[in-house]
């Protein structure tokens, strides 16, 4: 695992199309949420610092549920050199933790690459007019690194406190603090490179 920073991409960017499988089946695409603000969160299933969020991640789900705000995660590995961010895996993690909004596959790793997102987790908030507003980290905690693979979050449980500002900030026809951190965890398990 390379500890890998989100790119910070310029408030402001236009977010990008995209029409991807969901773990349902459906495809979902960015014109499902015209006119409202979008959250698009770039995660896996094996990655520490995913795990360490993950439980927030459910809560935010539960807690915007009936907000006019659209939440969406994107899961854009390398599956056949991480299989357990395969499709099957994805919809048993989306059971594990309650995810209630939808899990999609970018197998091709095109909207990865769209958004510039580096990391899992990084995080992206778009307002109503899918204009970027928000972007990097959930909030300030991190996992504990115990010993090489294996971390603990006990005593320092993610709370969502930036991200839940800045969707909050949006929802209100805000502008989030132009203050922002990037996220930090696992590199996005690019493929390989194809040569001629």
């Not at 790119?7 to 990008?16: E, T």
């Not at 895996?89 to 209630?100: A, V």
């Not at 909004?101 to 307002?127: G, R």
């Not at 990097?136 to 996992?143: Q, S």
Request: charged share 25%; aromatic share 10%.
């Amino acid at each position: 695992m390379a500890l890998t920073e989100s790119s910070m991409l310029q408030l402001g960017f236009q977010a990008p199309d995209f029409d991807l499988p969901n773990i349902d089946g459906h495809t979902i695409s960015r014109s499902h949420f015209l006119g409202r603000p979008l959250l698009i969160m770039f995660i896996c299933n094996h990655c520490p610092y995913v795990k360490h969020v993950a439980t927030e991640l459910a809560n935010i789900g539960t807690d915007y549920l009936d907000k006019e705000i659209g939440i969406v995660s994107i899961q854009s590995n390398d599956v056949d050199a991480y299989p357990d961010d395969s499709a099957e895996k994805m919809k048993e993690e989306s059971e594990h933790r309650g995810y209630s909004f939808p899990y999609l596959l970018d197998s091709d790793q095109s909207v990865a690459k769209a958004y510039t997102a580096t990391c899992t987790p990084d995080f992206f908030l778009f307002d109503a007019n899918h204009k970027l507003a928000y972007r990097g980290r959930l909030d300030e905690t991190r996992p504990t690194r115990i010993t090489s693979g294996v971390y603990d979050s006990k005593g320092n449980e993610a709370n969502g406190g930036e991200l839940r500002a800045a969707m909050d900030a949006v929802l209100s026809g805000n502008s989030p603090a132009l203050e922002q951190w990037p996220s930090m965890g696992c590199n996005i398990k690019w493929k390989p490179e194809k040569t001629a």
